[in-house]
């Protein structure tokens, strides 16, 4: 009571020393116990050292303005005035421990403590003294042993920052770094017990004279980063690795550098409008799972937002897409996004792309147009073709996740590090399961397509046969079920077969391989009676026998495709299907163009007895003259165009 008597001159005391630069150590006293009188001592011995550290950095400040080669005398008093307050509370510092273990104060520290029931650590994470201090420690130690490592990285650092500044008293405990584990009652918690055990119970963390808020599997952001090139109009995504959190969870919080306070978005992704360029932009994220708030991550952009390429090839066509389809209806995207892997790869660029600035080939450059794309066609269903296994993972799951979509990826093996993907809207569809299918592993190795094995081994000699069957061309095989009518389901069957020109014999074995996979799956699940949509870059135009066999249920034995060019050998098979395919996107001139080629290539085909095409949205216009250079460019991102096509899903009606 009878300091807090002096409340009233705390501000004049204050404003005082602001303005003559001069505080006497009794005022100083008279300050710092008026504090006191309302403070458990833990959380009081936390902010007089940091009202010290404050209070030596204004002293600090005034003699650099001042030109003083020398702190005032005043100054000498800090240390004696904060020893005596020391001395005062530690001894009694032990009586409040347990009432604040047993408190939920937001003014302590944390300490963040993941202990994951499936990893074999114990990780800890605090800072301590302006040092962030990470430990990962077994689960069978015992807490004793992880404590006393605390202790010793805790004293290194003391000892070290008392070297460089030759203060005295940093810490009234000299060099001996205490540390204890209090559960929710205040009781310390035993030491004998293993990590796994002693964390699971722990609530707070004592380390000298700080007390820290201890939280228990908190979520995390792993790691954070944006993209290196930034253009108005495009979407800016993060690249963020969650951890114990939901993406459409956490908080984000966008900012230009120069106005730190100012929030321009708290949406996932942001879009930089003309008043950015030139900026740079700021993210922060908040992990949060439930009533759980993990440590705020940040990143910036490391160039500034630059003027974008102006209309790209597909914007007409997003005006036509801002509306999202009915229940009963499924927008279909097929679209190869041309992978890095092939657009950098050797001498690709100069073979395939001779026309095509290396800039725009850049997967920094092509991400922001693909992702602008692929968010403006408000889908449904998103077939992707030559994605890499890394822009998966890093770019387009957790950018879609954020709009609502979920993926699965397809991959070709450790020595192909690309696939097929496909994304699935949430709210429309239910992944129940998947049939994935690597085609010339099943044609060479399963009885059921003994006789297409046969045909590979009589038109192809020895030593093509065995590169053909190195070939990693995947059926990616998704089976989902409707949210609005559980007992509709569907099968999405993704693929991008064999390219090379003279090859058109291996497409249709694969294409044979694929359609017999495709019926098994939909025998097999007969009582879900799934309808089809396959989708893909089939690498055979409309005049192919790939296109026919698809789309007439059949394929003679003397078709030409069955004989390899510059040859008169033909082992071709009569091929037949019973899926009722039928192309929902037509053929276009062209689904693929590069400097020598202009083809139709690409294609979605649907189950004709469940489905009904509702729209299917024209291609972009490209002027001859772009054309004629190859695609990408500047305004296209792939080497292909998307096919886009809204689908009466008619097992919905019934």
């Known amino acids: 009571a009878e300091y807090m008597g002096k409340a009233s001159e705390l501000k004049s005391i204050v404003s005082g020393s602001l303005t003559n630069h001069h505080v006497s150590t009794s005022q100083l006293e008279d300050c710092l116990f008026v504090v006191m009188s309302s403070l458990p001592v833990p959380v009081l011995l936390h902010r007089i050292t940091k009202s010290f550290k404050l209070y030596t950095n204004l002293y600090s400040s005034l003699a650099r303005r001042n030109k003083h080669r020398y702190l005032p005398p005043n100054y000498r008093n800090i240390n004696v005035v904060k020893s005596k307050i020391f001395n005062y509370l530690l001894p009694i510092n032990q009586f409040y421990l347990s009432t604040m273990a047993t408190s939920e104060s937001e003014e302590l520290p944390i300490v963040y403590v993941n202990n994951i029931d499936d990893e074999e650590f114990v990780k800890i994470s605090f800072n301590f003294m302006n040092k962030q201090f990470n430990l990962r420690r077994s689960k069978s130690e015992l807490l004793s ?52 055990e002693a964390w699971e119970l722990s609530r707070k963390l004592q380390i000298n004279n700080i007390i820290y808020n ?63 360029i030139g900026s740079i932009i700021q993210l922060t994220v908040q992990p949060i799972r439930g009533d759980l708030i993990g440590r705020e991550s940040s990143t910036q952009l490391s160039n500034p937002v630059e003027v974008g390429p102006g209309v790209c090839s597909f914007d007409e066509r997003l005006l036509y897409t801002e509306r999202h389809t009915d229940s009963n209806e499924l927008r279909v995207i097929s679209y190869n996004i041309l992978a890095d892997l092939y657009a950098n790869k050797g001498d690709a660029a100069t073979r395939f792309y001779p026309n095509t600035p290396q800039c725009y080939l850049d997967i920094s450059y092509r991400s922001l147009l693909l992702l602008k794309e692929l968010i403006g066609y408000n889908a449904d269903v998103i077939c992707l073709q030559e994605t890499d296994t890394s822009f998966f993972r890093k770019v387009l799951q957790p950018t879609l996740i954020t709009r609502g979509f979920n993926g699965v990826f397809c991959g070709k093996g450790v020595h192909r590090q690309e696939g097929e993907a496909i994304f699935y809207r949430n709210s429309k569809l239910i992944l129940k399961s998947s049939h994935d299918l690597i085609i010339m592993k099943s044609l060479l190795e399963d009885d059921e397509n003994v006789d297409l094995k046969e045909s590979l081994n009589s038109t192809w000699d020895s030593e093509n046969c065995d590169f053909l069957s190195q070939r990693p061309t995947v059926l990616q095989c998704a089976l989902f079920q409707s949210v609005t009518n559980p007992k509709c389901h569907l099968l999405i069957a993704n693929t991008h077969l064999y390219f090379a020109p003279k090859a058109a014999s291996v497409r249709l074995l694969q294409i044979a391989v694929a359609l017999r996979h495709i019926n098994k799956i939909i025998r097999e699940r007969c009582q879900d009676n799934p309808d089809l949509i396959l989708t893909g870059d089939f690498n055979s135009t409309p005049r192919s026998a790939v296109y026919s066999y698809l789309t007439n249920n059949y394929i003679s034995a003397d078709h030409s495709d069955w004989v390899i060019e510059g040859s008169q050998v033909s082992h071709g098979l009569d091929l037949t299907h019973p899926l009722p395919l039928v192309n929902a996107t037509g053929t276009p001139p062209f689904t693929h163009a590069v400097t020598y080629f202009r083809e139709c290539l690409d294609y979605i085909l649907v189950d004709n007895n469940a489905f009904s095409v509702s729209r299917c949205f024209d291609l972009p216009d490209i002027s001859d003259e772009l054309i004629k250079r190859g695609l990408p460019n500047a305004f296209t991102p792939s080497d292909h165009l998307s096919l886009v096509v809204d689908l009466n899903w008619n097992s919905l009606l019934q």
């Open 145 to 196: 042993e992880c404590l006393e490592r605390l202790r010793s990285n805790v004293t290194k650092k003391v000892t070290k920052k008392k070297q460089k500044n030759k203060l005295e008293n940093i810490d009234s405990t000299g060099n001996s770094v205490v540390t204890q584990l209090f559960n929710d009652i205040g009781e310390l918690i035993n030491e004998k017990l293993s990590n796994n």
């Open 214 to 276: 201890i939280i228990l599997n908190a979520p995390e952001i792993i790691d954070l980063s944006l993209p290196k090139l930034s253009m108005v109009g495009f979407p800016i995504s993060p690249q963020i690795i969650y951890h114990l959190c939901e993406p459409s969870e956490c908080r984000y919080s966008w900012f230009k550098l120069n106005s730190p306070h100012s929030i321009i978005s708290t949406d996932p992704i942001y879009i930089p409008t003309l008043d950015d």
